[in-house]
Structure formats: C-alpha cells, structure tokens
C-alpha cells in the first residue's frame, strides 16, 4: 500500500510520534518549498517562512496544511477553505517558551523587583500566551490589565481594558495575532496616536508579531525613553541596523523556541493530521518530559535576589542578544535572519528544569513556583 506523502519543512522537528504515523516524510527547508514539491503530496507541514495561498497549492493534491506555529498570517485560510483543505495550527504550543521570555526581559531590564512589588503590566492579546502570560505575572505580584477584543470573558481576577489604558502600564508586552479583519484589524494597532499612551520610562516588548507596530512608531518610543524589547521586527525578516541599536535587547524571533515547545509545535498537529488522511493513531502524542536539574544556595540572598539568582542562572536574553547583533553585522539580509533561526541553540524551557533551591526560603520557593520553575521536594 502506497503510504501518504507528507513534505515537511526541514526545520520542524520530527518526534518520536510523528515518526511512529504510517506515512512517508519529504523534509524540504521552508524558504524552498515549490509547487512541484506537492504535485503528488497529500500534506504539507510547515512554519512562518512558507507562504501558503493559490501559487502554491492550486496544482497540488493537498488535503491538510499544519503549520507549527499559532499565527497564520503567512496561509491564505480563504483559499484553503475553498478548496475545502483542512488547516490546524500550533497555538499553545510555545505559550510557557514565551512567557520566560518575558519574564527574562523584565528581569535583564531591572524590573522584576517592581514587577513583584505590584507593577503594572499592559498585556495586548489573551490568547494561549495572554494567559499562560497572565497567570505567571498575577502569581508573582503584578497588576496585569489585558486588552482583546475578540474576547468577552476573562477567568477571575483579569479585567478587560480599552487599549488606551494597557499601553499606559508600566511595562507593555504585545502578543496579538496579526491580521486586517474588520472590525478589530491589529495589523500597525500600535500607531501614532499609541505613542501618545505610552509612559516615557516604559518597558516595550514585541514578543509577538513584528507587524503589529510601524518601525516608525518604535524610534518614536525610543526617542520618548521607552525601553525596546524586540524579537519580533516590522519588516522582517528584514532588519533595520538602525532599529536594532536602539533596542535594549534585540533577538531574531525566538522568543518560542525550547525545546519543550519544539516537540510541542510537532505534537499538536498530529491528530488533526492523522484525522484528515484518516490514519490508525491513538492520539497519545504528548509525552512527558525529562527535567533538568539546576543546583543552586539561595541561603544568603533576600527572596526577590534569590529568584533573580535562580534567573540568573538560566537566562539566555543576554546571549541571544549578543549572538544576534554579532551575526547580523556580518550580514543585514533576509537570509542571515532566517539562518539565525534555522540555527538558534535552544533553550531549556523553565517547566523543564528542576531546582535544588537549597536553603530557600517557603516564600522563595513560592515566587520560584510562580516564575515557572519545578522545584525538587
């Protein structure tokens, strides 16, 4: 029996439950996935690079696209839905991968005592990472304000708040889909006008998609005092050298890449592709992770210092930042961006780390728990 031929693009990981399906895998890159690749293809698994619409497909067999990330703005879904070509995505996926982004943003950018303290914390987007986002920053001590308006209801203790209101907290994370669907478009939702809400001494981070602020608007905030996080760029995979000086941190759109969500981005898509090519699986594709163990004397230090001695201990932001601006003064280009991705080390997600916190304090331990981290017993 001739098995399902499924192109993948070579930088998704292949688990061990995408290699137990019964079909045949084509491992292409991303950037070079061609019509002819899908002539005789049954699906296409794939990432942000490849754009996916009609010049792709419309000579192609394709019954299921996945792709291993939440947004799909790169997937004309008009055009699949016509040709009644099934779509899943990753949501969810790198939710805990980019929230210790965040949380590794406030820390480098020195607020994570004021964050603890009651700070306020302007989220735009709730969607899998709104939340996950939200839940950590609550527990840790933050006054979380969330602005969607695609959603009506919140869980207990969120509040929904008009976008005037989440840009003024003190520190301002973006995580909404891009899209220009009527009548909420968030595609430049951060506009002129935006600036205008924005505190002078705010922490600004683009952690989302780079499409939901002008580069414009961010040398506007710079030129305020607004402090740049930025992993995500207006026009990339094109980078301003201007732009990225004036970031505090700079990063080519990791923010969600662990490992944890590496294996997840796969996993997700497997029962709705083993569904719509009608394949014999059990579903059971998440499995559980091996932790790694952190040793660490929190003994001495007071209980905010304890747990930015544990971040410390596993922050990659510095790095990354450093990495990146080396790399990319050897070449501005839209293809050095894409290879610092393709080969970007991956970090250990804080859910997959298990700290020997000896001689923490229970309060430490608490703030420990609440930033993400497993704590040995």
Same mark, same amino acid.
């Given at each position: 029996?001739?098995?399902?031929?499924?192109?993948?693009?070579?930088?998704?990981?292949?688990?061990?439950?995408?290699?137990?399906?019964?079909?045949?895998?084509?491992?292409?890159?991303?950037?070079?996935?061609?019509?002819?690749?899908?002539?005789?293809?049954?699906?296409?698994?794939?990432?942000?690079?490849?754009?996916?619409?009609?010049?792709?497909?419309?000579?192609?067999?394709?019954?299921?696209?996945?792709?291993?990330?939440?947004?799909?703005? %790169?997937?004309?879904?008009?055009?699949? @839905?016509?040709?009644?070509?099934?779509?899943?995505?990753?949501?969810?996926?790198?939710?805990?991968?980019?929230?210790?982004?965040?949380?590794?943003?406030?820390?480098?950018?020195?607020?994570?005592?004021?964050?603890?303290?009651?700070?306020?914390?302007?989220?735009?987007?709730?969607?899998?990472?709104?939340?996950?986002?939200?839940?950590?920053?609550?527990?840790?001590?933050?006054?979380?304000?969330?602005?969607?308006?695609?959603?009506?209801?919140?869980?207990?203790?969120?509040?929904?708040?008009?976008?005037?209101?989440?840009?003024?907290?003190?520190?301002?994370?973006?995580?909404?889909?891009? %899209?220009?669907?009527?009548?909420?478009? =968030?595609?430049?939702?951060?506009?002129?006008?935006?600036?205008? !809400?924005?505190?002078?001494?705010?922490?600004?981070?683009?952690?989302?998609?780079?499409?939901?602020?002008?580069?414009?608007?961010?040398? @506007?905030?710079?030129?305020?005092?607004?402090?740049?996080?930025?992993?995500?760029?207006?026009?990339?995979?094109?980078?301003?050298?201007?732009?990225?000086?004036?970031?505090?941190?700079?990063?080519?759109?990791?923010?969600? !890449?662990?490992?944890?969500?590496?294996?997840?981005?796969?996993?997700?898509?497997?029962?709705?592709?083993?569904?719509?090519?009608?394949?014999?699986?059990?579903?059971?594709?998440?499995?559980?992770?091996?932790?790694?163990?952190?040793?660490?004397?929190?003994?001495?230090?007071?209980?905010?210092?304890?747990?930015?001695?544990?971040?410390?201990?596993?922050?990659?932001?510095?790095?990354?930042?450093?990495?990146?601006?080396?790399?990319?003064?050897?070449?501005?280009?839209?293809?050095?961006?894409?290879?610092?991705?393709?080969? !970007?080390?991956?970090?250990?997600?804080? =859910?997959?780390?298990?700290?020997?916190?000896?001689?923490?304090?229970?309060?430490?331990?608490?703030?420990?728990?609440?930033?993400?981290?497993?704590?040995?017993?």
């Amino acid at each position: 029996m001739t098995l399902p031929k499924v192109v993948i693009d070579s930088a998704i990981w292949v688990t061990p439950s995408l290699s137990a399906l019964p079909i045949e895998l084509v491992s292409i890159r991303g950037t070079q996935i061609a019509p002819a690749d899908l002539k005789d293809a049954n699906a296409l698994l794939t990432r942000t690079v490849t754009r996916v619409d009609v010049n792709l497909l419309q000579d192609s067999q394709i019954s299921f696209v996945g792709t291993a990330s939440a947004g799909t703005d %790169h997937i004309d879904t008009g055009y699949l @839905s016509e040709r009644g070509i099934k779509l899943a995505n990753a949501a969810g996926c790198n939710a805990g991968a980019v929230a210790d982004y965040v949380l590794d943003a406030i820390y480098q950018c020195h607020r994570l005592e004021s964050l603890i303290n009651g700070a306020t914390v302007g989220l735009v987007g709730y969607g899998a990472v709104g939340r996950h986002l939200t839940e950590r920053l609550s527990e840790l001590g933050g006054k979380v304000k969330v602005c969607d308006p695609f959603i009506s209801s919140t869980e207990a203790g969120v509040t929904l708040y008009a976008l005037p209101e989440v840009l003024g907290c003190s520190i301002v994370s973006l995580h909404a889909a891009l %899209h220009n669907d009527q009548p909420h478009p =968030s595609a430049q939702m951060i506009d002129n006008t935006a600036v205008g !809400y924005i505190s002078p001494d705010a922490l600004f981070i683009n952690a989302g998609r780079g499409g939901l602020v002008t580069e414009k608007v961010l040398h @506007s905030l710079a030129d305020r005092g607004v402090t740049l996080v930025l992993d995500t760029w207006p026009d990339e995979p094109s980078v301003s050298q201007e732009l990225l000086s004036r970031a505090a941190f700079a990063t080519p759109h990791i923010a969600g !890449y662990t490992r944890t969500a590496k294996s997840n981005a796969t996993d997700f898509l497997i029962e709705p592709l083993s569904r719509a090519l009608g394949l014999n699986n059990p579903f059971n594709t998440l499995e559980s992770e091996d932790t790694k163990q952190v040793m660490v004397d929190l003994s001495r230090q007071s209980d905010v210092h304890g747990l930015m001695d544990a971040m410390t201990a596993v922050s990659r932001l510095a790095q990354d930042d450093v990495d990146f601006r080396e790399a990319w003064k050897e070449s501005q280009t839209p293809g050095n961006f894409e290879t610092q991705r393709a080969q !970007y080390r991956l970090r250990d997600q804080y =859910s997959a780390l298990t700290f020997q916190a000896l001689n923490a304090s229970t309060e430490l331990r608490r703030l420990m728990s609440a930033a993400g981290f497993k704590l040995a017993s």
